[in-house]
């Protein structure tokens, strides 16, 4: 059994940074790619940022400049960096892993997901 397990969120002001964490544990064979989702109220899910095995990064525009993802290896983590955020950012925030529970079987995760608010 594998779990994603989000931490990190909260209230922030406008302007303000927050920084996100996605453990991995469980049976895990091998990460592929990670990444973060949003979803606002009454919105659909929506791709924030993810990166693969090798580092290779794919943010939203909405984000770019102002979110980072990364990831250590060694922990099984995936970080999502926030900084200058805005209001519209408000949403919960979800991990995302593809995951490899042996040499042949591979699956999508997904985390709880984390609130975060972004207001005065």
């Known amino acids: 059994q594998v779990q994603l397990v989000e931490s990190g969120g909260g209230l922030v002001q406008p302007g303000g940074s927050l920084r996100l964490s996605c453990a991995a544990s469980?049976?895990?064979?091998?990460?592929?790619?990670m990444g973060w989702y949003r979803q606002a109220p009454g919105k659909q899910r929506e791709l924030v940022a993810a990166?693969?095995?090798?580092?290779?990064?794919d943010l939203a525009d909405s984000v770019k400049g102002r979110f980072t993802i990364s990831r250590d290896n060694t922990k099984n983590t995936v970080y999502l960096q926030m900084s200058s955020l805005k209001p519209e950012d408000t949403a919960v925030y979800y991990c995302n892993a593809v995951i490899l529970t042996t040499a042949i079987r591979r699956g999508g995760y997904w985390g709880q997901g984390t609130q975060v608010t972004v207001s005065s």
């Open positions: 990166i693969t095995s090798g580092a290779g990064t």
């Open positions: 469980g049976s895990i064979f091998r990460i592929d790619r």
